[in-house]
Each structure stands twice: as C-alpha cells, then as structure tokens.
C-alpha cells in the first residue's frame, strides 16, 4: 500500500511540475522569482531608480479570465521605480522595459499567498500564477513627472468653472448658490423636518461627473444602468452623522438644506469634494461633482448648544471710567 502511495505523490509531483513547466518553459526568471518575457524590446533608455512609469495593463487568471484591465477602466496606472521588497511589486520587472515595450509576466500564486491562505481566492488554486500584460507608456524622472502633474491640475483647475456652467446651461438647470459656491435645485419637496449637526441620516445617492458619468450609486437599478461593477455591494440608503466630518464638505452642507423625505441635485465644486487630489481614476483633481441626493430619514441626535463665553472681571462700561480712590495725607 504504501509503495503504490508513494508512486501516487511522485506522479502527482510530476503532474504539477509539468504543468508548471508548460506556463513557463519559455519564460525567463528574475532573481526574485517572476517569470517573464519581453514580447517587443525597444532600445530606447530603460526605467531606473525613482523614475516615474506611465504603463497599461491586463490582470488575468490562469484560464485567461481577466481580473483587471487599465484599457477597461480607461486611465493607465502609474509608479515610482522603488527597490524591490516583494513578489508581485513588478520592481523586478520594470527596470527592465523601455518605451513602447510590452512584456508578459507570471508570479507564482503559492510564493504571494504564502503566510496568508485565508487572503487566496479560489481562482488561484495551488500552482498557479497570477499573469500580467505589461505595455510601458512613457518613462520620466521624478521633476518631469511632478511638473507634467502640476500643470496637468492647473488646466483642470481654469477649466472647472467653465465646464460647470456649461453643464447647468447644457442642463437647463437653474440652482440656488450658497455663499460657499454649492449648488442645488429641490427636485422633490418635503414639509417634514430638516436634520441638525449631531443627527444621523439614511441617504440615497447617486454622483456623476460633468461628462455625465456615474461613479457610485446606493441604488441598483441607477448603478446596473450605469455598468457598475460592485460585487458584494448592498444597495440600500447609508447612513452619515452630520457634524462629524466622515463625507466630503459639500454633502454635510447640502444634507443640511434638505428636508426628510425631500430629493434634491446639488452640485459640488472640487473646493467642497476631492479638491485637487481627486479620488481615484473617476474622479480627477478639481472636479465638480453632480449628486442626486434623497434625504431618506433624519433620525434625531445629541444637539449640543454652544457655551456662552466665559466673562472675566468686572464688565466696564464704554466712557466710564473707574474712579480711582484718593490718597490720605
């Protein structure tokens, strides 16, 4: 019994080094542990340390199914060439590859699930590799690339007012202005009560950018319309404390002006949302936000009121003065 055992893990071994060899027989291998192949090699200059790399990518399973895909989401990624400190951080890679080079890559699965299988999906079973298609895009130095993202910020940031009025034009929107810049129409009144700082709030939403295009949605039909992918997302109203500072300033302002019950579209210039940071590839620096906002339920908090000042001393009266006692002789 035991003999037919061990030939049963030798041919198993053999089955999984077979299979292993045939994802990577014609792929060479860093000294960290990636496999790869340069499918067209440039000879322009290669990324070096601290470099700042433009480059698309495909993220896929064994099976070719695809996890991930730069081209998809419409917007390349970017790095900083930094040491290598682990499997998977392609820092063995791209120092690699010049302009216009695109390369195919595989890391073991097994070496970046290691100490953490509970983390391993079940696309990535025991022997298998994570596979990335690389294209390099563009290499600059550390200056170049702050100073193209500078001047990048500073077009967005001269072209976002003209964009918003376009939209409210193009929209035939006629918003109310607050003194902070925020905009809002009442599309659906209520007569019911209106929160205060300290109230929590169940909120329905969906944003979108002045192209029209949504990034985020409570609602599903709003986010399936929209080709959302948000796997596991329950769609129901969230709830927000008001005064806490947890969401972005112009919707702790506009939250305010609602009514329960009412809905409303406000529009949030970059200087009340992500400012000149943005929020991930959707949302770039100095964007204005669209919102449509429905005030589902206010339910009442722990409304602190102000301390009056505190008052040190005597209050002296405005051209009064304090008589001053006389001396005895």
């Known amino acids: 019994m035991k003999k037919h055992f061990f030939y049963f893990l030798s041919f198993a071994f053999a089955a999984t080094a077979l299979k292993a060899n045939a994802q990577t027989g014609d792929l060479k291998k860093t000294d960290k542990g990636s496999f790869y192949k340069i499918y067209t090699a ?17 993220q896929k399973t064994d099976k070719d199914s695809v996890l991930f895909s730069s081209y998809t989401a419409g917007r390349p ?21 010049a302009v216009k080079d695109s390369a195919l890559v595989k890391i073991p699965a097994d070496s970046v699930f290691k100490g953490h299988e509970e983390a391993r999906p079940p696309f990535f079973p025991k022997g298998s590799y994570l596979t990335f298609i690389i294209k390099m895009e563009k290499i600059q130095s550390l200056n170049e690339a702050i100073a193209e993202r500078n001047a990048g910020l500073e077009k967005l940031k001269q072209a976002e007012a003209a964009d918003r009025d376009k939209y409210i034009a193009a929209h035939n929107l006629k918003p109310i202005t607050t003194a902070s810049g925020l905009k809002y ?145």
Not at 42 to 58: C, M, R
Not at 77 to 97: K, V, Y
């Open 42 to 58: 440039n000879t322009g200059e290669k990324a070096k340390l601290n470099d700042v790399i433009t480059f698309n990518f495909i």
């Open 77 to 97: 990624a970017q790095a900083q060439i930094q040491e290598w400190r682990a499997l998977g951080d392609m820092m063995d890679i791209f120092p690699l590859l």
């Open 185 to 329: 129409i009442i599309t659906s009144p209520s007569a019911k009560r209106k929160p205060l700082a300290g109230d929590t709030v169940l909120v329905n939403y969906t944003g979108k950018t002045l192209n029209d295009k949504v990034f985020d949605s409570s609602i599903e039909a709003n986010a399936k319309a929209a080709g959302l992918e948000q796997p596991g997302r329950t769609y129901e109203p969230i709830s927000v404390v008001l005064g806490e500072g947890r969401v972005i300033q112009g919707w702790e302002e506009g939250l305010l002006l609602l009514n329960e019950g009412s809905k409303a579209t406000v529009i949030i210039p970059s200087s009340l949302g992500y400012g000149d940071r943005g929020q991930g590839p959707a949302i770039p620096g100095y964007s204005t936000l669209i919102f449509d906002l429905e005030l589902v339920k206010v339910k009442p908090g722990k409304h602190v009121a102000p301390k009056p000042a505190a008052v040190k001393g005597p209050v002296k009266k405005a051209g009064v003065k304090k008589p001053v006692a006389k001396k005895k002789n």
